[in-house]
């Protein structure tokens, strides 16, 4: 069965740091990877989508990036974290039109 | 563009009582619909879809859900609910017909239930 791993799971960092978010998928091949942002109150807004290596979808303007060096594999990266990028991160995959997702980061930023 | 609608914000129901979550979306063919459900400090779980046929579908934890066109919505329902049934319930559309490339989300609904 496929699973999706996501790390890590709890980070505080200060304004102005960098960001690592990585994200796995196991057990399927050339999946479609989605990271989420959940802040408090504003529901569920989607950052960015891949359908295969080095293709990468940005929904929303924001100083976040992501990369899918493997075909499993999706990262979530900034080189200087603001105060409003705190909140929780959602890794998801997809297979025949449905989105499941992992366990999520929460990212507080000080 | 399409939106998801969910305008109960919180619910409070009593443990044994019947639940009903609403949500409506705005999409002009016919929609790819879900419902997740997160506990607190945890993803969503998948609970139930829509995509085509039998418009009343079942779902894990005994959760069902009736598609209604002409009304726009994609009701969530449970006959009897359960003091673990307590989380975020969030409905949504797939962006483009189906889900692949990603989802709509309504803001939530906060339930509570009462022992």
């Known amino acids: 069965s496929q699973t999706i791993h996501q790390w890590p799971a709890t980070l505080v960092q200060p304004v102005g740091s960098p960001l690592s978010l990585e994200c796995t998928v196991e057990g399927t091949s050339n999946p479609n990877l989605y990271w989420y942002r959940q802040a408090a109150g504003r529901g569920l807004q989607l950052l960015f989508y891949?359908?295969?290596?080095?293709?990468i979808s940005s929904e929303v303007p924001q100083n976040l990036s992501a990369s899918r060096p493997q075909d499993r594999q999706f990262i979530l990266s900034s080189k200087k974290l603001l105060l409003s990028d705190s909140g929780f991160y959602l890794c998801a995959w997809s297979t025949q039109n449905t989105i499941y997702f992992g366990e999520g980061s929460w990212l507080t930023v000080v | 563009a399409q939106s998801v609608t969910q305008p109960d914000i919180h619910i409070t129901v009593s443990e044994g009582a019947s639940l009903e979550l609403r949500c409506n979306y705005s999409y002009g063919a016919t929609p790819y619909l879900f419902w997740y459900v997160q506990s607190p400090g945890q993803g969503l779980q998948l609970l139930l879809k829509?995509?085509?046929?039998?418009?009343l579908v079942q779902g894990i934890k005994g959760f069902e859900a009736e598609f209604k066109r002409s009304q726009s919505s994609f009701n969530l329902r449970k006959p009897s609910v359960h003091w673990s049934d307590a989380a975020e319930y969030f409905c949504a559309v797939g962006r483009s017909g189906g889900g692949a490339d990603g989802l709509t989300f309504g803001k939530g609904t906060h339930l509570i239930i009462q022992p």
């Open positions: 829509y995509f085509s046929g039998d418009t």
């Open positions: 891949s359908v295969g290596i080095g293709q």
